[in-house]
Antibody, heavy 119, light 108 residues
Framework: EVQLVESGGGLVQPGRSLKLSCAAS????????MAWVRQAPKKGLEWVAT????????YYPDSVKGRFTISRDNAKSSLYLQMNSLKSEDTATYYC????????????WGQGVMVTVSS | AIVLNQSPSSIIASQGEKVTITCRAS???????LHWYQQKPGAFPKLVIY???YRASGVPSRFSGSGSGTSYSFTISRVEAEDVATYYC?????????FGSGTKLEIK
């Protein structure tokens, strides 16, 4: 059974940093692109970052580029999101998601972890 | 970025009713790259339809999708109480991968 379990969320002050983790199991982690998708309270879904199978390629939207860094450790089947210079608008539930082989769909999601940026 | 305009933003339907959600893209997308998700209250999103019309594993046959180019639709043939959720379209054609704004389905 595919499982994605996020951790590392919490309350953080504006301008500070936080690192999220996602532990994957039930599939060959190194074979899949992985991503982070977030959802602000009562809002829709927003893609945050994607990483290739080896970790050599990463992609970000302009809203987080230069502040967030996605990485992975295939030996540990783990995905990470380093978030720096956090802003109040980064407040959201962050989901770890697996990119399927089917044309850019996210076929498995974690349960999400809440990040609150507030003083 | 490709913008996905979803409509309506909310639907109130009776059990057994047919409901259809529309997703219009700002640029043409290959149908292979248009997907639909269901997010039940308090839960994470779940892939229900991929590549326009293919049901994900375990998804009931009352869920279907169609479309091409810039216009896509998602249909529940006979709504059940368990279908209460927000539904999102998503394109995986070009970065940034984008989502529609969502359609909230409620039952009368």
């Amino acid at each position: 059974e595919v499982q994605l379990v996020e951790s590392g969320g919490g309350l953080v002050q504006p301008g500070r940093s936080l690192k999220l983790s996602c532990a994957a199991s039930g599939f060959t982690f190194s074979n899949y692109y992985m991503a982070w998708v977030r959802q602000a309270p009562k809002k829709g879904l927003e893609w945050v970052a994607t990483i290739s199978t080896s970790g050599s390629r990463t992609y970000y939207p302009d809203s987080v580029k230069g502040r967030f860094t996605i990485s992975r450790d295939n030996a540990k089947s783990s995905l990470y999101l380093q978030m720096n210079s956090l802003k109040s608008e980064d407040t959201a539930t962050y989901y770890c998601a697996r990119l399927s082989f089917n044309y850019g769909s996210y076929d498995y999601w974690g349960q999400g972890v809440m990040v609150t940026v507030s003083s | 970025a490709i913008v996905l305009n979803q409509s309506p933003s909310s639907i109130i339907a009776s059990q057994g009713e047919k409901v259809t959600i529309t997703c219009r893209a700002s640029s043409s997308i290959s149908s292979n790259y248009l997907h639909w998700y269901q997010q039940k209250p308090g839960a994470f999103p779940k892939l229900v339809i991929y590549s326009t019309s293919y049901r994900a594993s375990g998804v009931p046959s009352r869920f279907s999708g169609s479309g091409s180019g810039t216009s896509y639709s998602f249909t529940i043939s006979r709504v059940e109480a368990e279908d209460v959720a927000t539904y999102y379209c998503q394109q995986g054609s070009s970065n940034p991968f984008t989502f529609g704004s969502g359609t909230k389905l409620e039952i009368k």
